[in-house]
């Protein structure tokens, strides 16, 4: 598969037809959807710019299941209508995210969209979803600011605030770690300020003490002036909401700084994302990601989930990839939440999808539920997950991850070291 890139620096964009269909020029008149076979699906993600982690990861997992799909008979209630991905890529820029969707659905006509979608390509993309109408699945948005868009992302409040509050009070209570003053370190955008100002009530409400606050630049080249005003502060506790590029900065310059005597639980991408070994190098990693470091995420390979250990093991044995981390569940459970919005809708009727995409419902104990949630999954009034909670993880030297939180998932009791 391959990438064309526009002239005059505009976004770049591929034209994919999933399961063994050879790909077909592009006819002068399209047909309408009562005569198509297919069902078409814009695809706005994130493959290069500072958010591709997200993306590169997850794409994989996402083009696997919809051929899976595909050459399993399709979209029955539409007579076995292939789904057909048209992909986009917003070069992790909200204004080429507002950009690429409108373009999606004017020349297109894409009957849905998806994608990575955070929080600020979320905010860009609002006021077009408001205009036109097209139902849109984000992978990661930890809000919903059009009544079109529906996320499987963490909701700020009962998600990432209420998922780290709960984790550090735990260990406080019931592990009987001495946890008192909390610092929080996070990325400086719509996801971390939301996250934090719910984070922040939480902790106070539960007897923390908050001594400082350290909002990360998201340009920054470095994090070294963050790090050290940690470590003159002295906190207890290191806490927020931080993405992959930010946490790797984090990261490499506590390593810089030997700096350990903080206890840093955070999420998501920033602590627990595959891609904090390969960019920062095996010995940083092992120095600083398994020391004193707990990290939230929707998804480890080791968790006791019998429907997540299957989907780990098809995308391994069958799919072949190489890297399978939480981006690559979300993207595979995005997979399995359209379809069950197409096969609800029985048509490309984007006023169909929208209803049916909000009435999805995955039970626990489901084969197509892949991420860790107790009460299975289903979107609630405000189109975010009802059941927003997550697991954390503590990393091995090997790079692997174990759960320690909850009891549900867990698989080894937290370890802490100075």
């Not at 699906?41 to 997992?61: D, K, N, R």
């Not at 029955?76 to 789904?83: D, W």
């Not at 909401?241 to 920033?270: I, K, M, Q």
Request: overall charge positive; charged content about 20%; hydrophobic content about 40%.
């Amino acid at each position: 598969m391959t990438y064309r890139r526009k002239p005059d620096f505009a976004p770049s964009r591929r034209t994919l037809m999933l399961g063994g269909l050879a790909t077909l020029a592009m006819p002068a008149i399209r047909p309408s959807y009562a005569q198509s076979s297919t069902v078409r699906v814009g695809l706005i993600q994130s493959m290069s710019g500072s958010l591709s982690a997200y993306a590169q990861e997850g794409q994989p997992a996402l083009d696997y299941l919809v051929k899976k799909i595909n050459t399993s008979g399709g979209i029955k209630s539409m007579g076995g209508a292939k789904i057909e991905m048209i992909l986009a890529d917003d070069a992790s820029q909200p204004a080429r995210t507002a950009a690429e969707a409108r373009r999606l659905i004017t020349e297109e006509k894409v009957s849905m969209l998806a994608g990575t979608i955070l929080s600020a390509q979320m905010l860009a993309l609002t006021p077009v979803l408001d205009e036109v109408k097209v139902p849109t699945l984000s992978i990661w948005a930890g809000g919903s600011r059009s009544d079109q868009l529906f996320s499987l992302g963490f909701p700020y409040d009962r998600g990432y605030a209420q998922s780290m509050h709960d984790m550090v009070v735990w260990l406080r209570d019931k592990q009987g770690m001495k946890l008192k003053t909390v610092v929080p370190a996070y990325s400086n955008y719509e996801a971390g300020q939301q996250t934090n100002k719910f984070l922040v009530e939480k902790l106070k409400a539960s007897g923390f003490e908050i001594i400082g606050e350290l909002p990360l630049d998201t340009k920054a080249q470095e994090q070294t002036a963050a790090m050290i005003k940690l470590r003159s502060l002295k906190p207890d506790l290191v806490m927020g909401l931080v993405t992959p590029r930010d946490g790797l900065l984090l990261h490499r310059a506590r390593y810089d700084l030997n700096y350990h005597d903080s206890l840093f639980v955070g999420g998501t991408g920033g602590y627990s994302d595959l891609s904090l070994w390969k960019d920062m190098g095996p010995d940083i990693g092992k120095a600083v990601l398994t020391r004193n470091l707990f990290g939230m995420t929707g998804f480890a390979a080791g968790a006791k989930m019998a429907s997540m250990q299957a989907i780990v093991k098809e995308l391994r044995d069958d799919a072949k990839l190489s890297i399978i981390g939480q981006a690559a569940i979300q993207a595979a459970q995005a997979v399995r939440v359209i379809q069950r919005a197409l096969e609800g809708a029985g048509s490309p009727d984007r006023a169909k999808i929208h209803e049916a995409l909000g009435k999805v419902t995955i039970p626990p104990g489901d084969a197509d539920l892949y991420i860790a949630k107790p009460k299975g999954l289903a979107f609630g009034p405000d189109r975010m997950l009802t059941d927003g909670s997550a697991m954390f993880i503590q990393w091995q030297p090997n790079q692997t991850q174990e759960v320690v939180f909850p009891s549900e998932f867990a698989q080894v009791a937290p370890r802490t070291r100075s």
